[in-house]
């Protein structure tokens, strides 16, 4: 990180400088602190499940996910939350993490609040599965985050082991991995350099992830908090991880590649992904939530048909 701004680092700068938005970016980055505060560790111990994001042990950005019940991860203190359990058994990020400590960031959004948690930092394995030691912690605001509710759990399922996760790798989309993508309203996305990691949320009306092809994803950067620490990450290293999750089977795929921005006249963006290995996961998460109620900040795609029952 730049040590004469100390917020940003070159490479999120170069974009805040680029768009023009240098005077908000430097205001909205005084909400970065380094300690967990009180109002956000007891947000932290209400999730079922968070988003982890690192390099693997070859370099390559994944995001995976991890989850519990409740209170299985919890702020330890000012500069730490601990996380019982881990990454599953053939979970591509499983091998890094283990040998820790490892540069990392995690997101909790909670969709039914629609709030979110961003934590970066380093991880490592401890006696209880996982430690993360913040250095940087905030909030984002709601845009794009779509409202879900977890369903109440199947009958006999509190008692029932948890189902062994199934994993089929491969080095492009499939046919039914596209479907899942161009249906999908959410995505998260990692990123990293040499001054640390980040995780984050991309949300908006199903279609607005475009598959080009098997090995070509892109997306339009929509307004947000005016940081731009994803394509400030990208600007200086292309690689990144991206996670979609299947609310309803609580299925997972996770993408590695690299990422490139795009910029048109007016300021508007677009991210190319390259996939390059992907990772699909039955039963990645027990839980199951209902059909989304959609963000109103997101933006119409050109074919969109009026809002209904589950817009807001």
């Keep these: 990180m730049d040590t004469e701004r100390g917020t940003y680092h070159h490479g999120s700068l170069a974009v805040q400088r680029r768009?023009?938005?240098?005077?908000?970016?430097?205001?909205?980055g005084r909400s970065i602190g380094g300690g967990i505060r009180p109002v956000a560790a007891a947000f932290l111990e209400?999730?079922?499940?968070?988003?982890?994001?690192?390099?693997?042990?070859?370099?390559?950005?994944?995001?995976?996910?991890?989850?519990?019940?409740?209170g299985f991860a919890r702020a330890t203190g000012p500069h730490s939350v601990s996380v019982r359990g881990g990454p599953p058994a053939g979970d591509p990020l499983a091998d890094?993490?283990?040998?820790?400590?490892?540069?990392?960031?995690?997101?909790?959004?909670?969709p039914r609040t629609r709030r979110r948690l961003r934590m970066g930092g380093s991880v490592r394995p401890s006696a209880r599965g996982l430690l993360l030691e913040t250095e940087r912690v905030f909030s984002n605001c709601p845009k794009y985050i779509q409202q879900r509710l977890p369903l109440p759990a199947s009958p006999g399922a509190e008692g029932a082991a948890p189902a062994v996760p199934v994993h089929r790798t491969g080095g492009e989309l499939d046919a039914a991995q596209t479907a899942f993508l161009r249906a999908a309203d959410t995505f998260f996305i990692a990123t990293g350099t040499s001054d640390g990691v980040d995780v984050s949320h991309r949300g908006g009306n199903p279609g607005f992830l475009r598959v080009a092809s098997p090995t070509g994803l892109s997306w339009p950067d929509y307004p947000g908090n005016a940081m731009f620490l994803t394509l400030g990450?990208?600007?200086?290293?292309?690689?990144?991880?991206?996670?979609?999750?299947?609310?309803?089977?609580?299925?997972?795929?996770?993408?590695?590649?690299?990422?490139?921005?795009?910029?048109?006249?007016?300021?508007?963006?677009?991210?190319?992904?390259?996939?390059?290995?992907?990772?699909?996961?039955?039963?990645?998460?027990p839980v199951r939530w209902t059909a989304p109620r959609y963000s109103p900040a997101n933006p119409a795609l050109p074919r969109d048909a009026p809002p209904g029952p589950e817009a807001d």
């Design 19 to 28: 768009l023009g938005v240098e005077g908000e970016a430097a205001r909205v």
């Design 46 to 70: 209400l999730q079922p499940h968070l988003v982890l994001a690192a390099a693997d042990v070859q370099g390559r950005m994944w995001a995976s996910l991890l989850t519990g019940r409740p």
């Design 96 to 110: 890094a993490l283990a040998a820790g400590p490892v540069p990392a960031a995690v997101l909790a959004l909670d």
């Design 233 to 285: 990450n990208l600007e200086r290293n292309p690689g990144a991880g991206i996670l979609a999750l299947d609310w309803s089977t609580g299925a997972t795929l996770q993408l590695t590649g690299t990422a490139r921005t795009a910029y048109a006249p007016g300021g508007a963006r677009t991210v190319h992904f390259t996939v390059e290995r992907t990772v699909h996961t039955e039963a990645a998460s």
